[in-house]
């Protein structure tokens, strides 16, 4: 007699680009906030829940866990590959604000 065990994680990944000075009051704000709906979604569901605060600064500034954050989701993610996606796209707003 076999016996299959299958355990599911839901991961829900929080992706914020707030100003420089605040990357790190967001990524606290982020956790608080959605420490509700993990917590319902796992007596709901009877999963396991995680909160993944991804927060890069307008300008690319990143959190002293980001690096951790990133490891934690599933693939290969290059830490300066998303700084230089969020500074480029700061940018794009900047160009189309000032023309």
Do not use: C
């Amino acid at each position: 007699m076999e016996f299959v065990i299958i355990i599911i994680i839901i991961i829900i990944i929080i992706i914020t680009f707030p100003g420089d000075r605040n990357v790190i009051k967001k990524e606290a704000e982020n956790i608080l906030k959605y420490k509700d709906p993990t917590t319902e979604i796992q007596r709901m569901w009877n999963v396991k829940t995680r909160v993944i605060p991804v927060i890069i600064g307008a300008t690319g500034t990143i959190s002293i866990s980001f690096r951790k954050y990133v490891r934690d989701i599933p693939g290969n993610h290059d830490v300066k590959e998303l700084q230089k996606t969020a500074i480029l796209g700061t940018a794009h707003v900047l160009r189309r604000v000032l023309t």
